[in-house]
């Protein structure tokens, strides 16, 4: 199974940034997909940003031109560089891989992933 670390989270003012990484290990698929998800106190997880194993980006509306996913060439590293963050960001955010199939542009829930980081943490203030 694949194996995947959070870490970056913390407390920040609206309007400032923090970078999530996770560390992921035996994701050997050349055509997997990795994912950040976000479960906001009281609410359903969801989907924030998908990566797959050629490159390709999906992103929530909710996150668009405000969030970057990005991962190494070795593939065992995600990161999720957050900027302008608001108070409805406020979550903890998860890492997820998907293999050996990519995930598509329109569809990608929380279902179709099969490996799941422990979460980190992120407080965004007003």
């Known amino acids: 199974r694949v194996q995947l670390v959070e870490s970056g989270g913390g407390s920040v003012q609206a309007g400032g940034s923090l970078r999530l990484s996770c560390a992921v290990s035996?994701?050997?698929?050349?055509?997997?997909?990795l994912a950040w998800f976000r479960q906001p106190p009281g609410k359903e997880r969801e989907g924030v940003a998908a990566?797959?194993?050629?490159?390709?980006?999906f992103y929530a509306d909710s996150v668009k031109d405000r969030f970057t996913i990005s991962q190494n060439n070795a593939k065992n590293s995600l990161a999720l560089q957050m900027n302008n963050l608001r108070p409805d960001d406020t979550a903890m955010y998860y890492c997820?891989?998907?293999?050996?199939?990519?995930?598509?542009?329109?569809?990608?829930?929380?279902?179709?992933?099969?490996?799941w980081g422990q979460g980190t943490q992120v407080t965004v203030s007003s």
């Open positions: 997820a891989a998907r293999t050996p199939q990519y995930c598509s542009r329109t569809h990608w829930p929380k279902e179709i992933f099969g490996d």
């Open positions: 035996e994701y050997k698929s050349d055509t997997g997909c």
């Open positions: 990566i797959n194993s050629g490159g390709t980006t």
